[in-house]
């Protein structure tokens, strides 16, 4: 029997087809539930840890589940595994269910090609009473994304939508100045603004370059939004519809905003080595996505050249160069002289069983030049930082864990940004110059639920940590800030500098696409708004090195204490064919202040001059009120 060549060409191409999922190598977004199996899984010792280094590309997860269904768990939790893997699964055509089309092809050399395009849309609502406070995200996602031949796929988001977010003013502190080594006095680097007084009423946009300046910055809270949870979901700007021409930096009235994420991915070696090149959230450690003190998901997206190698099956090694971007303050252009930073991030991991993880690394944020040392990974930062003149912010991370699998897991992290080793133990803990962060938790298995934990984590932030002074060097012309930040916001723990925070938190994936969480935090925070405020506290803030200026955590200013209590989760429609999800989460936040000594700054530089320490006692006052608030988030995702 004879059979056109079209025929035996579209019959291969249907039983090839199950074995070819589209976007081989590109990556998973960190909400996805595939981290929370994984990590589940690697607790209870049924797969060896992927590398660190997330978000992770998706053969890389395929095979990982694949892996956790032939391990022998629960026929429930099969259910849920299989679902995630046929997420990965493109059927040819247009898909009215998944709101995208998808084809595939070979060109005459054989090489596959693939190409996927779709859209979804995502919004949530959420608000403070009984003093009533608002907020609300409302994006589109037109995406297209392939793969070509057998080792790159590529990705292209672009998300746009409406959005507004309520703020309330705590009160303003005095901007740090930069002192001119030239005339030593404090000089203003850059221009921009706005400049505040010190009861937070405008002052002027001028430049000043070589006059003293003492201006202040206003302090806000995100008050619709449980604390450590806000982050911006749009890039430099926003647009009211009265002024699309115009260049706001918060969505304080209803805006417009939009975010571009992408991504070109390699992989070789069968998938030992994976390059990536894009712009995108990414987290770095083996504790669980939000708990890095280098490279947290809640830090905001920027582009970067990464790589990672399975050096052997019990090592990886990981790295990453990328560009910063700078904070907008204002509705004006800025001089963006002072941000432009670069990135540069280098891990070393060893899993040499399932019991034990270790891992350390460097990161550094340096002004843009082109440096080859910089760019190649295999180079140590921590000694060519040195080499290159010590002008550029360098820090030093590791992480240890110890696992009983099947049980619980314990970890300690560390996170090292500035320090002198030459004053003893006793001041090197007391002394602001010492800017680091530690953390330390455990993580338990719950057996009689699926894919479920019990985490209970102690984070702690030291005064200054993520910040950087103003820094002279051969390549600018102006002082460049390379404080931890990208966009505003830390690279590293969401929490600001000098707070604490204990958390417990039970999660679970009860079916396939619904996830159920219960949480407490305490968060702990030296306050950087008015007359109590403590230095140290606000990723602004620039350390005088010389002042050698001490800490006392509750007991040398007013500190914010918060008690957050929430629960929620997610519920998807899907597996009943609605392409919709649903979300939600509710709770109650209590805020109290407590006042400890007294820190005193001098009027004209904003420096500390005397510090007065002491035991700490609730405290109340206009300024630091008490108060207690109800929290609630909605929202559900169309094409999930």
Not at 197 to 212: C, K, M, S, T, V
Not at 513 to 542: C, E, N, P
Request: some cysteine.
């Amino acid at each position: 029997m004879k059979f056109p060549a079209w025929f035996l060409f579209a019959l291969c191409l249907f039983l090839v087809r199950p074995a070819l999922d589209a976007q081989e190598y590109n990556s998973i977004p960190l909400d996805s539930d595939v981290y929370t199996v994984i990590e589940n899984a690697v607790l209870r010792g049924l797969v060896r840890p992927p590398p660190s280094a997330r978000p992770w590309p998706q053969s890389q997860v395929r095979d990982t589940l694949t892996e956790i269904l032939n391990a022998g768990i629960s026929e429930r939790e099969a259910g849920i595994v299989r679902r995630l893997l046929e997420s990965f699964v493109r059927s040819a055509g247009l898909s009215l269910q998944e709101g995208r089309y998808y084809s595939e092809s070979f060109l005459k050399s054989g090489t596959r090609v693939s190409f996927e395009g779709g859209i979804n849309w995502e919004s949530m609502f959420s608000t403070r009473v009984p003093s009533p406070a608002f907020g609300s995200v409302n994006m589109g996602t037109m995406y297209i994304a392939g793969d070509m031949g057998s080792r790159l796929s590529w990705n292209f988001n672009i998300k746009a939508g409406f959005l507004y977010v309520d703020r309330d003013i705590l009160g303003s502190r005095p901007n740090p100045p930069y002192i001119d080594t030239k005339y030593g006095r404090p000089a203003n680097p850059y221009s921009g603004g706005p400049y505040y007084d010190a009861n937070g009423i405008l002052i002027n946009h001028e430049y000043y370059y070589d006059i003293p300046l003492q201006s202040y910055s206003l302090v806000y809270d995100i008050p619709a939004w449980f604390p450590g949870t806000f982050t911006k979901e749009w890039e430099g700007a926003v647009f009211p519809p009265a002024d699309l021409g115009g260049y706001h930096a918060w969505p304080d009235s209803f805006a417009f905003g939009y975010e571009i994420i992408s991504e070109i991915n390699a992989s070789f070696f069968d998938k030992r080595l994976a390059f990536r090149f894009g712009r995108m959230r990414r987290d770095w450690g083996p504790e669980g996505n939000g708990a890095s003190l280098v490279l947290n998901a809640s830090a905001r997206p920027f582009v970067a050249a990464e790589g990672s190698a399975v050096v052997t099956r019990w090592m990886n090694f990981s790295f990453l160069t990328g560009a910063l971007e700078y904070m907008k303050t204002n509705n004006q252009w800025m001089d963006a002289d002072p941000f432009q930073n670069l990135f540069t991030l280098a891990m070393l991991e060893f899993n040499p069983g399932r019991f034990i993880h270790i891992d350390f690394g460097s990161a550094t944020v340096w002004p843009k030049r082109f440096d080859l040392g910089y760019l190649f990974p295999v180079n140590s930062n921590f000694f060519y930082q040195n080499n290159v003149g010590d002008f550029d912010n360098l820090a030093l991370f590791g992480d240890f864990e110890i696992r009983i699998p099947g049980k619980f897991k314990v970890w300690g992290s560390l996170y090292l940004d500035e320090a002198r080793f030459d004053t003893g133990l006793g001041s090197f803990l007391h002394n602001d110059r010492n800017m680091y962060a530690i953390q330390g938790g455990t993580k338990i298995n719950i057996p009689w639920l699926p894919f479920a934990s019990l985490t209970l984590r102690y984070t702690k932030v030291e005064p200054y940590c993520y910040t950087h002074e103003y820094t002279e060097t051969p390549w600018t012309r102006v002082p460049i800030d390379t404080a931890y930040i990208n966009n505003g916001e830390s690279l590293g723990m969401y929490l600001p500098p000098n707070s604490d925070e204990a958390l417990l938190r039970i999660e679970a994936i009860m079916l396939p696409g619904t996830k159920i969480h219960a949480q407490y935090q305490m968060i702990r925070h030296g306050t950087d708004w008015g007359s109590g405020r403590v230095d140290g506290s606000s990723l602004g803030d620039k350390i005088y090195k010389d002042a050698n200026t001490e800490k006392s955590f509750l007991e040398d200013g007013v500190y914010q204490w918060r008690h957050v209590f929430k629960i929620g989760g997610t519920y998807s429609l899907k597996t009943r064919k609605i392409p919709l999800s649903l979300f939600a989460e509710a709770g109650i936040v209590v805020t109290r202040y407590t006042k400890g000594g007294q820190t005193t700054f001098d009027p004209a530089t904003g420096y500390v001059i005397k510090e007065e320490q002491g035991g700490y006692k609730s405290y109340s006052s206009p300024e630091y009120h008490p108060r207690t608030d109800f929290v609630m988030s909605v929202g559900f995702k169309v094409f999930p």
